[in-house]
């Protein structure tokens, strides 16, 4: 005992250590945790300064240049006319049809989750979705291109893209919409069935309308995880020269312009603009979601 | 009130003007001034959010892990003033148990006793650390049921057992004090009473100080007792003299049950 | 009434028959898909390094595109691991609860939201120029660059799940390591890691099968070329890059070697994503 008395008293003097070694530790964690948050910042910084002089108002009303107009622009240190209105108008194509194809399915099976918890099927189902929402989206891009392009488009189209896109958003939708409806207090479900409501009611009328901010933020969250998607279209929608509407045809897509414009020397600035746009999208739905569920917590 | 710290002479524990505040002006203890006897059992009691919690944990000074807290007033620990020394050497001589025994489930049993060692980064010899383990153990009668496995993790111990062993944890740095919030609280009346026996004959060695809500505990096994009411302390005196001739009438009030 | 509720019920079990039909569905695509290339070359396909498309001789060979997948999404991990476990310290434990922390987990939020194509763009006209500066490579392509975006892009995950199972670990336990004299850092070493273990293994496992399946940003910064890497700033492929890249026109025993590769990857990542999510929720 008195020689572990002596050795403590030798260890006091290590204490300053100890407490430098936590403070260190302790400046390690901060300076790497700015390192992880600087990226953003960056990045974002990078699409503003360079993405900025290119955007007006014909931006977003013309559809994209052709190499030609841009080589012409550059040479005579113009800025390179045209815009993106064939990628956006490509986008918000197939993202409606990829939502319509996701969200009621995705809405009935997060309800069939919820309804028939613990039991086996219903967790193989959940497993099933989950192995989905981790297959690559080159791999949807595949599928996509085997089951819609080949089969039924039979060549590139806005429906084979939507399809790939769908698949992508209705592992999202299915888990969002069950976490919602979990939420939702016992009470509210046994009230109406107390009140003889049909079960198919209770859900339209009483558990969708209560947990609607909740199913409407899953929606915005998979929509702005599918938006700036590329390798699925790159085998599915292609892209095309002009505005397209018809679903059976390639169609454009912001993403894939992008990566026109990467690939094409002569429209490289292009680039910058277009990501820009892009991250606002992705941006405006975030905010969105994350107004929606603030203001549901008052 | 005050009369009664002339009469503790050389108090291990000095206590003056201590008050505690958890926003701007409310007070969960105020103005605490209060001396303990070294080798003897003291009970702080009181009626739930008297303040009796944030009294103890202010001494070993939990209190600054959590920054809103504010903690004014003077603790003098055998003379000298705890605010001159580093948390890690004031939580060395002033060892604290816990209300919910919470044994460190990822180690073994013992790996839990000589735990402050460990997470002190300070090594020492096995014999050494042999030595510690069984002596710790043996002070709170655990040895016996335990020795065989020392090397198993300690999730099977029942709920006394377990308290016992946290108590071993605190003991292993023979601290000076031994701070126990509540301890039995959570355990059934059989553990109770072993641990209540075990807190009598540690007494010898260590200073105690322990809150309770549980009145006749306090009445059973403590010296001394103070009884707070609102962050205040009411009463303070020898433990007999307390139950049987309440100087405070708020005092006599708590002890007759009027109000717990 | 009876009526209606049963065929609610009919309803709900068909719709989740449909997501059933899918997988199965794609699993059999793939395997029909990969048939004609395992059919020509065997179980060798995984392991072979050819990659000649010239008709007459044409032969296929994954092994290249598999080192460049895992090896990439390694170095990924290896970088990502010290970041996204301080961001889970100072979110969940250092700053816990307060504004600072709700900020930075925000930010690290919005790192989930940049597109891959975005994260490519960066990569390539940012931190490439910065290797070629530091004089690593020549170019500035490779597996270490390619890396590091990957890193990037999968912190969020790492963090976030990090972040909940730390804060798990009960507060009792961490005051009892105070009380015994630890510091901060003794607390977060030999109580909440060790508490929380298993949490913070599975969450990198499912950030690393992430990392695997991840297309665009690694095709625009690793060099596509269908070579094993042998060092770090050796430039590679890996199996999404190979089948964005080489899809265009392939057909044939080409198509179907990039079906295959598909297939493999499937596997791959169900396998790692499967460990990761069993071992959370064997936590729960």
């Given at each position: 005992m008195i020689s572990l008395i002596i050795k403590t008293k030798k260890y006091l003097k290590g204490i300053n250590t100890r407490i430098l070694k936590n403070q260190i530790f302790a400046g390690v964690v901060f300076v790497f945790s700015f390192i992880t948050i600087s990226p953003i910042v960056l990045i974002i910084y990078k699409l503003i300064s360079k993405g900025y002089k290119q955007i007006n108002l014909a931006f977003f009303t013309e559809i994209a240049p052709d190499t030609y107009e841009a080589m012409i622009a550059l040479g005579n240190n113009k800025i390179i006319p045209g815009g993106i209105l064939n990628g956006i108008t490509g986008t918000l194509l197939m993202v409606a049809l990829a939502s319509i194809i996701a969200i009621p399915i995705g809405l009935l099976i997060g309800i069939f989750l919820y309804e028939n918890n613990k039991k086996k099927y219903a967790n193989i189902v959940r497993d099933i979705t989950d192995i989905i929402q981790g297959v690559p989206s080159i791999v949807l891009g595949l599928i996509a291109y085997f089951w819609v392009v080949k089969g039924i488009t039979h060549g590139f189209s806005a429906l084979a893209g939507s399809f790939a896109l769908g698949v992508m958003m209705l592992p999202l939708i299915i888990r969002s919409t069950e976490e919602t409806l979990k939420m939702i207090p016992e009470t509210i479900k046994e009230a109406g069935l107390a009140l003889g409501v049909p079960y198919h009611k209770i859900i339209l009328r009483v558990l969708i309308p209560t947990g609607f901010s909740g199913l409407l933020t899953g929606i915005l969250l998979a929509i702005s995880r599918i938006i700036g998607e590329t390798a699925p279209l790159m085998l599915t929608?292609?892209?095309?020269m002009g505005v397209n509407y018809n679903i059976e045809k390639p169609t454009s897509a912001v993403p894939l312009l992008i990566w026109e414009f990467y690939n094409d020397p002569n429209m490289v600035d292009l680039i910058w603009s277009s990501s820009l746009i892009l991250m606002i999208f992705v941006l405006i739905l975030n905010l969105i979601s994350k107004h929606i569920i603030a203001k549901k917590n008052n | 009130m005050s009369e009664l710290i002339k009469y503790i002479e050389d108090p291990i524990l000095d206590i003056k003007n201590l008050s505690v505040s958890y926003n701007r002006d409310k007070y969960a203890v105020e103005n605490v001034n209060v001396g303990i006897k070294k080798n003897r059992i003291t009970a702080i009691m009181g009626p739930s959010g008297c303040g009796k919690s944030t009294l103890l944990r202010a001494i070993n000074r939990m209190h600054a892990l959590y920054p809103t807290i504010e903690t004014k007033g003077q603790i003098s620990l055998n003379g000298q003033?705890?605010?001159?020394?580093s948390d890690i050497i004031l939580r060395r001589k002033i060892g604290m148990v816990f209300q919910r025994p919470n044994p460190f489930p990822t180690m073994s049993i013992y790996d839990n006793v000589i735990a402050g060692y460990k997470l002190n980064g300070i090594r020492i010899k096995k014999s050494e650390r042999d030595e510690i383990v069984e002596k710790s153990l043996q002070d709170v009668t655990l040895w016996d049921e335990v020795k065989d496995s020392l090397?198993?993790?300690?999730?099977?111990?029942s709920g006394g057992q377990q308290q016992r062993l946290c108590i071993a944890r605190a003991l292993a740095f023979r601290p000076d004090i031994v701070l126990l919030d509540?301890?039995?609280?959570?355990?059934?009346p059989i553990a109770t009473k072993k641990i209540e026996e075990l807190l009598i004959e540690l007494k010898e060695k260590y200073t105690i100080i322990m809150v309770t809500h549980n009145m006749a505990q306090a009445s059973r096994i403590s010296d001394y007792s103070m009884f707070m009411y609102i962050g205040k302390l009411i009463e303070y005196g020898k433990t007999k003299n307390l139950f049987i001739n309440p100087v405070n009438k708020k005092t006599e009030e708590y002890l007759t049950g009027k109000f717990s | 009434m009876l009526n209606s509720e049963k065929n609610t019920k009919i309803l709900l079990f068909l719709a989740s028959l449909t997501i059933v039909l899918m997988a199965s569905g794609m699993v059999l695509t793939l395997i029909n898909g990969s048939i004609p290339i395992f059919k020509e070359f065997g179980i060798n396909f995984i392991f072979s390094t050819k990659w000649n498309p010239t008709e007459g001789k044409e032969a296929y060979g994954a092994l290249p595109f598999i080192a460049g997948t895992i090896i990439t999404s390694i170095i990924a991990i290896l970088i990502c691991f010290p970041l996204a476990f301080s961001t889970s310290l100072f979110i969940?434990?250092?700053?816990?609860?307060k504004k600072l922390a709700k900020i930075v987990g925000t930010m690290v939020d919005m790192l989930a939201g940049i597109p891959s194509i975005v994260y490519g763009l960066w990569g390539f006209y940012v931190l490439r120029p910065l290797i070629v500066d530091l004089g690593f490579n020549s170019q500035g392509y490779g597996i270490f660059t390619a890396g590091i975006i990957l890193a990037i892009m999968i912190i969020p995950y790492a963090t976030s799940i990090t972040t909940e199972i730390i804060m798990m670990v009960s507060n009792d336990l961490k005051e009892a390591g105070y009380s015994l004299g630890a510091t901060r850092k003794d607390v977060i070493l030999q109580i909440i890691i060790p508490n929380a273990r298993s949490g913070i293994f599975s969450s990198y496992i499912l950030a690393f099968g992430r990392a695997l399946g991840e297309t665009m940003a690694v095709t625009m910064l690793i060099g596509n070329t269908n070579i094993i890497p042998k060092s770090i700033f050796d430039t590679g492929n890996t199996m999404a890059s190979v089948i964005a890249n080489q899809f265009?026109?392939?057909?044939?025993l080409k198509l179907s070697a990039l079906i295959a590769i598909g297939l493999l990857l499937f596997v791959i990542t169900g396998l790692i994503n499967g460990t990761g999510k069993l071992l959370i929720r064997k936590l729960s």
């Open positions: 929608a292609l892209g095309s | 003033d705890t605010s001159t020394m090397t198993k993790k300690g999730s099977f111990l509540e301890p039995t609280s959570a355990l059934d | 969940g434990e250092y700053y816990r609860g265009g026109e392939a057909d044939g």
